[in-house]
């Protein structure tokens, strides 16, 4: 790992130290409890995020429509188990928060991606 100035490195343990206080990882963290305790949801969740992969990429396949809805189909109903929901919710909202602090780090200094 690169060595920071003393004042990067505060600024990082602080930013780290804010989303460890976040509602957002709090959340988190408790949903991978959950999950850790439960072998059978969590593949659940893994064969969710697994049909969301195979989605994207029959989505622009029209000759693929049969095996899109199938899979669709198969898809909401994992979804509609409300722990499998409340897992995939806290973990999108976990990795929004992630990537909107990114993003603003990028727009706040010149460089170019």
């Keep these: 790992m ?3 100035s003393p004042e990067l490195e505060k600024a990082v343990d602080d930013l780290v130290g804010q989303i460890i206080m976040s509602k957002e990882y709090s959340r988190y963290q408790k949903q991978k409890e959950i999950l850790r305790d439960n072998p059978s949801l969590r593949e659940d969740v893994d064969r969710i995020r697994h049909l969301s992969e195979e989605l994207r990429k029959y ?3 029209d000759s693929a429509y049969d095996e899109y809805e199938r899979i669709e189909n198969e898809y909401e109903e994992l979804y509609e ?3 499998v929901h409340d897992f995939i919710q806290a973990e999108t909202d976990f ?3 992630f990537q909107d602090i990114y993003a603003r ?3 706040g200094i010149d460089f170019d991606l």
């Design 2 to 4: 690169s060595e920071f």
């Design 95 to 97: 990795i929004r928060q």
């Design 59 to 61: 989505e622009d396949d």
């Design 81 to 83: 188990n409300r722990r």
């Design 105 to 107: 780090i990028v727009s």
